[in-house]
Nanobody, 115 residues
């Protein structure tokens, strides 16, 4: 049973920074892709950033240049460093990993950016 635990969500002023972390635990496994998605009230869940096991990254256009994703394969963790935060970044942020072809989701962590 794979479990994902997210941390780091908070209330921050516009222009500030936050660091989200996600740790995967459970049986021994190799995680192919790790990433972050977000869902704002009344909107669909959207991709923020993903990173492959080989550290290839993909970012949403809206966060390019402001957010950075990284992972530690030995610890099965993924980190999202968020800088220059904007009110429109306010959302619940979800960690997602893909093991084989199966996706697993965390419960989410709230990020609120005040103007």
């Amino acid at each position: 049973q794979v479990q994902l635990v997210e941390s780091g969500g908070d209330l921050v002023q516009a222009g500030g920074s936050l660091r989200l972390s996600c740790a995967a635990s459970g049986s021994s496994f190799n995680i192919n892709v790790m990433g972050w998605y977000r869902q704002a009230p009344g909107k669909q869940r959207e991709l923020v950033a993903i990173i492959t096991r080989g550290s290839t990254t993909t970012y949403a256009d809206s966060v390019k240049g402001r957010f950075a994703i990284s992972r530690d394969n030995a610890k099965n963790t993924v980190v999202l460093q968020m800088n220059s935060l904007k009110p429109e970044d306010t959302a619940v942020y979800y960690c997602k990993v893909i093991i084989g072809i199966r996706p697993y989701w965390g419960r989410g962590t709230q990020v609120t950016v005040s103007s």
